[in-house]
C-alpha cells in the first residue's frame, strides 16, 4: 500500500508518499523558481493520481497502474524541470564569469606592484585601504585570487567592492548617478561614484540570490526523484534513467 498526499501552501507545493514505513518528501516553490513551474502542476496530477488507483484496486495491480498511467507525466515533468534548471544553471555561470572579468579599460600592468604594496601592509591598514581603493587596485588584490595573502575579511570586502565597481566600468552606470547639488556645493558635476557603487552592488546582490536558488532548485528535484523512487517502488538510479528516456 502507498500513500499519497498533496498540500498546497505559501511555501509551494508538498508531495509526500509513504510505502511501508519509507517516506519521501518534496516541496515543489514554482512562485520563487520558475523552472519548476510544470513541476508543481504535476504534482498534483501525480498526487491524485496515485490516490485515486490504491483507493480503486489492490495493491499491485494499483502499482502497475502508477507505472503506467500515472507517473509518465510526472516524469516528462521532472525531465523538463531538470532541462530548465541546468539552462538557468549555465547563464548564472556565464553571468558569473562576466561579473569577475577584468575590465579591457582597467590597466593590470603593475598588478604584482600594486599586490606586493598591499601585502606589506598590518591588517588594519589592509582593511582600510580596501575600503576605498579604487578598481585597479582592487582588480590586482582579487582576480586571480588572493596571491596577497591579504587577511580574509580584507579580500570578502575587496572582492565585494571589486565586482560592483568592475560592473560600473563595464557598464558605464556612473553616468546614470550625477552628483546631487549639496548645501556645499550647489553646482555639482561628474559623476557619484558611492551611488554608482551602491547601485551595482545591489544589482550584484539580485545575481547572487539567483545562484543561491540553484542549490534550492536542485534539492526540490533531488527530491522529488526520491519521492517518484519510493512512489514506483524503484531504485533512483532507474527512475532517472525514465525520466531521461521521457524528456
Known amino acids: 500500500m502507498i500513500k499519497f498526499t498533496h498540500q498546497s501552501t505559501a511555501n509551494g507545493d508538498i508531495l509526500a508518499v509513504e510505502r511501508n514505513g519509507t517516506r519521501a518528501t518534496t516541496a515543489i516553490d514554482a512562485k520563487r523558481h520558475a523552472p519548476l513551474s510544470g513541476l508543481a502542476t504535476a504534482s498534483v496530477a501525480y498526487a491524485n493520481g496515485g490516490a485515486d488507483a490504491f483507493a480503486k484496486y489492490l495493491p499491485e495491480p494499483a502499482l502497475e497502474h502508477v507505472r503506467s498511467n500515472v507517473a509518465p507525466p510526472m516524469l516528462a515533468a521532472l525531465g523538463r524541470a531538470m532541462h530548465l534548471a541546468s539552462a538557468e544553471r549555465r547563464a548564472v555561470a556565464e553571468t ?15 598588478e604584482a606592484e600594486r599586490r606586493a604594496r598591499v601585502a606589506a601592509m598590518d591588517r588594519a591598514t589592509q582593511m582600510a585601504f580596501v575600503q576605498s581603493a579604487d578598481i585597479t587596485d582592487l582588480a590586482a588584490l582579487v582576480a586571480r585570487g588572493n596571491l596577497a595573502a591579504i587577511s580574509p575579511e580584507a579580500f570578502e570586502v575587496a572582492a565585494d567592492r571589486y565586482l560592483a565597481l568592475a560592473h560600473v566600468e563595464r557598464s558605464a552606470s556612473h553616468s546614470l548617478h550625477p552628483l546631487r547639488p549639496s548645501l556645499e556645493l550647489l553646482s555639482p558635476t561628474g559623476p557619484d561614484m558611492a551611488a554608482a557603487e551602491a547601485a551595482a552592488q545591489a544589482s550584484i546582490a539580485q545575481h547572487n540570490d539567483r545562484r543561491a536558488a540553484l542549490d534550492e532548485v536542485e534539492q526540490a528535484l533531488q527530491n522529488t526523484l526520491s519521492v517518484l523512487a519510493v512512489s514506483l517502488d524503484a531504485q533512483p538510479s532507474d527512475v532517472l534513467d525514465a525520466v531521461l528516456a521521457a524528456s
Open 96 to 110: 558569473d564569469a562576466r561579473l569577475r572579468a577584468v575590465p579591457e579599460s582597467v590597466d593590470m600592468r603593475h
